[in-house]
């Protein structure tokens, strides 16, 4: 029986170098209720070496994941992010922290992981305050989001 028969219709498939497992393990470590699910090994005809993890499959909070060992053909860019949604400043704290180690911070919430894999750590809340235009522009002024900074600004 192949693992795809129980798979979701759609599955974010994620090309890394040869560093997939490394990816993997430091995902799963970030976010609560994650876990590896299944591993693909080289067969020898594909890139890599033969017996090596080709392809992983795994959770993130119940989002399932492909991670492969593709080579250096293909690069993350900021086109593509994943959305984080935090009810609170210490899950936002968290999550940028941990995100960033070895990552970078770019605006409005978005980071760029050691992967150069984007992120985007927001408030659930945020589509409510930017409605307001002076929050947008606190939006578009911050790096990591504040809540409080926001929820005052949506207020004004």
């Known amino acids: 029986m192949s693992t795809l028969e129980h798979a979701p219709r759609i599955t974010p498939f994620l090309w890394f170098d040869a560093n997939a497992e490394e990816a993997v393990e430091f995902y799963i470590r970030v976010f609560k209720n994650s876990r590896k699910l299944s591993e693909f090994r080289?067969?020898?005809?594909?890139?890599?070496?033969?017996?090596?993890?080709?392809?992983?499959?795994?959770?993130?909070?119940?989002?399932?994941?492909?991670?492969?060992?593709?080579?250096?053909?293909?690069?993350?860019n900021e086109a593509v992010s994943?959305?984080?949604?935090?009810?609170?400043?210490?899950?936002?704290?968290?999550?940028?922290?941990?995100?960033?180690?070895?990552?970078?911070?770019?605006?409005c919430g978005w980071?760029?992981?050691?992967?150069?894999?984007?992120?985007?750590i927001v408030p659930a809340?945020?589509?409510?305050?930017?409605?307001?235009?002076?929050?947008?522009?606190?939006?578009?002024?911050?790096k990591k989001l504040e809540i409080a900074v926001l929820e005052r600004a949506a207020r004004e």
Request: hydrophobic fraction near 35%; aromatic fraction near 12%.
């Open 42 to 76: 080289n067969p020898g005809e594909a890139p890599g070496p033969k017996g090596g993890i080709l392809t992983i499959a795994f959770e993130l909070d119940g989002q399932r994941f492909t991670a492969l060992n593709g080579g250096p053909h293909y690069k993350f």
């Open 125 to 142: 809340r945020l589509p409510e305050w930017i409605r307001n235009p002076k929050a947008m522009q606190t939006m578009m002024s911050m």
């Open 111 to 120: 980071l760029k992981d050691k992967f150069g894999l984007c992120w985007q």
């Open 82 to 107: 994943f959305v984080v949604q935090c009810d609170s400043q210490e899950e936002v704290d968290y999550y940028w922290s941990r995100l960033t180690e070895g990552g970078s911070e770019i605006a």
